[in-house]
Structures are given as C-alpha cells and as structure tokens.
C-alpha cells in the first residue's frame, strides 16, 4: 500500500525525508562546532588570552544539534518511544501507533508554533543575550524554531503515513516485536 514510483506522494515523502537527513547533518555540523569552540576556549586560556561568549555559542550550537537532529532520529526510531505498550497490544498496535503520533503532532506542532513565535518576539524587542557577546536572541531562537518546525512537520508525516498505509514507518524501535520481521 506504500505510494507507487515517481507518484506525488513517493515525491512529497522522498523530499521530506531528505529533508530529515540534512537537518541530522547540520545537527552535526553544530556539534563539531561545539567541540571547536571549547578548544578555542581552552587555547585562549592557556595563552592568557580572552574568548568572550565562547560559553554562550556553545550552549546555541547543542540547542542547534538537539533540535535540528529531532527529526533525523524520530524517522531512524531513536526517540524514546512506548515500544513495550505497542508492543502488548498484539493486533492493535497500529491503534496504539495513531494515538501516539496524533498526541505528538499536536504536542509538536504546539512546540513549534510557541517556539517560532518566541523568536519573532525576540527580534522584534531587539532582545539581545546577557553575555559579553551581546549576541541577538533570535538568532540562536531560531535554529530551534526551525528544528521545532521540522520535529513537527516529521511527527505530521508520520502520523498521516501511518494512518494512510496502516503501517508505521519509524524505521527501527530499541524493542523490535519479531512480528514485524516475519511481515517484511
């Protein structure tokens, strides 16, 4: 019941995909930048020198990892996730997958939208950080709206490609039920 080759859905579903797997690339991108950046924290104190805001453009790069990886690792089954409950409901499982990808979508999406609207206050108020880097808050608020967005939009994908297909495509859970394998 997956959609046929080269048919919109296959696209749509393709091109989110895709989209998942940068994120999870530029999550880690941020968290080599975190590792950078306290080497060059530790090398500007063992020469006496002074790297200010170091401590802060750390903390934004590890929301930029966490948030922008969401999604990457919610389609690869990463997430912590109600496997032994779904698990126990034998043939309802798929009921038990619904309910929970429908509360997430909406816990998601209710996530995103405070988090988008968190940043845009924060640009608009010129809201700037308490460090000595004075750095704009929006900038950092908005790597994790956009991470937010994408969790959300993951969690919405998801959940419709579960209730269309009436199968979950979260690719792999921590306690696989030997059912599935049988199936596949």
């Known amino acids: ?79 912590i996730r109600v496997s032994l409950l779904l698990t126990a409901l034998g043939r309802h499982r798929w009921w038990g997958e619904i309910w929970a990808l429908g509360i997430a979508s909406v816990i998601g999406c209710y996530f995103a939208w405070f988090a988008v609207r968190g940043a845009y206050w924060s640009y608009k108020l010129h809201d700037i950080s308490q460090g000595q880097d004075a750095t704009p808050l929006w900038i950092p608020q908005s790597a994790m709206a956009l991470g937010g967005c994408v969790l959300a939009l993951a969690l919405v994908d998801h959940f419709l490609r579960t209730l269309l297909t009436g199968r979950c495509w979260i690719e792999a859970d921590a306690i696989e039920d030997p059912r599935d394998r049988r199936e596949a």
């Open 1 to 79: 019941m997956a959609p046929k080759s080269g048919s919109p859905g296959r696209v749509v579903t393709g091109a989110l995909d895709r989209l998942y797997t940068v994120c999870g690339y530029v999550a880690a991108v941020a968290l080599v930048m975190i590792l950078v950046l306290i080497v060059a924290n530790m090398l500007a104190r063992w020469t006496g020198g002074v790297f200010p805001g170091s401590t802060s453009y750390a903390g934004y790069a590890m929301a930029t990892a966490s948030f922008l990886a969401m999604a990457y690792a919610l389609g690869r089954g990463a997430h």
